[in-house]
């Protein structure tokens, strides 16, 4: 799957945050190709006239016609079908999975993040009540926890992990049988995040690596467990961690159950740095999700939010970046239902707001298999 497709794409517009695509090629149909349809949300929007950010609640969609270079017309996301006991109107299952950089580059957006937590919550467990929801935490490590406080944990006689690490950290688990395999495997489901500002402790009593919907204090474990706080200043290999997450080898091991063919998935990938294409790009990751719907787009959506440093208005670059692409925002653009925000906004809860109409939406025209 190719997603460079020869067009044009344009960074967040001043005035509504809303970045949008543009084909060069007149004559392709806007019913064909991953790049004709666009969803990019951000959570903030410029005013552009001081480059002052501001708060926007706007669930936007815009749709691109490629005869029609001059002009789009935007329209409002989500359905007016509301949710009842049955499900919702096309599909009744969703997985959803989160891939949260703990680099150490994410220490100043983790406020941000454990803020959004229980409004997402509430969006969940209100407005897509009739999923049969399974909800999975990966984090972008291939180690468990601080690698050096395996040392000073027996140097503090397991009282903690100062002064590299904190002093709650879990030293416990060091002991033989409390760590498992799948602690440390980079796209495995995480129950025991353990870091700087992480949860340190076991968040789940069942032997399961994600959480279903109707769990005894759902709402508590997804706290806990995404809480990963952060562990080193290592580059993020969070879309790494993403694909394998995915893939058939943990989604017969480590993850199994999480993924299910009839159900739809709701990828969510967080992370200050928006690539780590040194050893793959857009079209990998795009590959690689697919392939786990069984190349169905329309049972796919993907939310990025990362940082938008190259986008002419910038929230993490006041003075504008270059009008490149990130590779993460890439492939937020060039799947049929994906939306973007930055990584710098002050609150994320209006872009899961925005996710949730979205897969409303989606669900309309999913057929299970």
Not at 7 to 31: K, L, Q, R, V
Not at 227 to 254: E, H, I, Q
Request: proline share 5%; net charge negative.
């Amino acid at each position: 799957l190719t997603l460079a497709c020869g067009g044009s794409a344009d960074g967040p517009d001043a005035s509504t945050g809303i970045s949008t695509f543009s084909p060069d090629d007149e004559n392709d149909e806007a019913s064909e190709g991953v790049w004709n349809t666009v969803t990019t949300v951000a959570p903030t929007s410029t005013d552009g006239t001081n480059g002052t950010d501001s708060a926007t609640d706007a669930e936007t969609t815009t749709e691109v016609d490629p005869t029609d270079d001059a002009t789009t017309e935007p329209f409002t996301t989500g359905s007016d079908n509301e949710l009842g006991t049955d499900g919702a109107p096309g599909c009744a299952k969703l997985d959803v999975l989160f891939v949260i950089s703990n680099s150490a580059t994410m220490d100043n957006q983790q406020p941000q993040l454990t803020s959004a937590i229980p409004a997402f919550l509430e969006t969940i467990q209100s407005e897509l009540a009739g999923f049969d929801l399974h909800v999975m935490v990966v984090s972008d490590d291939d180690t468990w926890g601080i690698p050096d406080c395996k040392l000073q944990c027996a140097e503090n006689d397991d009282q903690g992990c100062e002064p590299i690490g904190p002093q709650d950290y879990p030293c416990d688990a060091y002991a033989p049988g409390v760590l498992e395999p799948c602690d440390a495997k980079r796209g495995a489901g995480q129950t025991f995040p353990a870091g700087l500002n992480a949860a340190n402790e076991r968040c789940f009593t069942h032997d399961r690596r994600f959480l279903k919907g109707d769990d005894d204090d759902f709402a508590g474990a997804f706290t806990c467990v995404a809480d990963l706080g952060y562990t080193d200043g290592g580059a993020s290999r969070a879309m790494t961690s993403m694909t394998r997450a995915v893939s058939p080898a943990l989604a017969d091991t480590c993850n199994a159950g999480f993924l299910r063919d009839d159900a739809m998935l709701l990828v969510t990938t967080i992370d200050d740095e928006g690539s780590n294409s040194w050893d793959d790009g857009a079209d990998v990751w795009a590959a690689a999700l697919l392939e786990a719907k069984h190349g169905d787009a329309d049972a796919l959506v993907y939310l990025a939010v990362t940082t938008d440093g190259w986008e002419k208005v910038s929230i993490c670059n006041p003075n504008g970046g270059w009008g490149g692409k990130v590779p993460v925002i890439e492939l937020a653009e060039g799947l049929e239902h994906g939306l973007w925000g930055s990584v710098c906004a002050d609150d994320y809860a209006p872009f899961f707001a925005d996710a949730a109409a979205l897969v409303l939406e989606v669900c309309e025209s999913f057929e299970p298999m």
